[in-house]
Nanobody, 126 residues
Framework: QVQLVESGGGVVQAGGSLRLSCAVS????????MNWFRQPSGKEREFVAR????????EYTDSVKGRFIISRDNAKNTVTLQMNSLQPEDTAVYYC???????????????????WGQGTQVTVSA
């Protein structure tokens, strides 16, 4: 049974930092490109960051470039999102997702991702 479990969410003041983790089980992590998405209340789920199988290639949505860092440890079956200089507009439920495709071929629809976590809430106060 495949499981993706996010942790590390919470409440932080603007300008602060949080570190999200995604613990993966039931699959060979090194065979999957890993992603972080977020969904603000009442809005659609949106892509945040992506990291390739070897951890050497990453992609970020423009609004988080220079502030967020995605990383992975295949030996420990974890994916991490370090979030710095957080702003109120970063408030959302953050999800970890896995897809089998290469990092350069980001799926354009949510159904293109094979596995999802349950999400963790991040709230940034002004």
């Amino acid at each position: 049974q495949v499981q993706l479990v996010e942790s590390g969410g919470g409440v932080v003041q603007a300008g602060g930092s949080l570190r999200l983790s995604c613990a993966v089980s039931g699959l060979t992590l090194s065979s999957f490109t890993m992603n972080w998405f977020r969904q603000p209340s009442g809005k659609e789920r949106e892509f945040v960051a992506r990291i390739g199988w070897r951890g050497t290639i990453t992609e970020y949505t423009d609004s988080v470039k220079g502030r967020f860092i995605i990383s992975r440890d295949n030996a420990k079956n974890t994916v991490t999102l370090q979030m710095n200089s957080l702003q109120p507009e970063d408030t959302a439920v953050y999800y970890c997702a896995a897809d089998r495709g290469p990092v350069a071929a980001r799926p354009t629809v949510l159904d293109g991702y094979q596995y999802w976590g349950q999400g963790t809430q991040v709230t940034v106060s002004a």
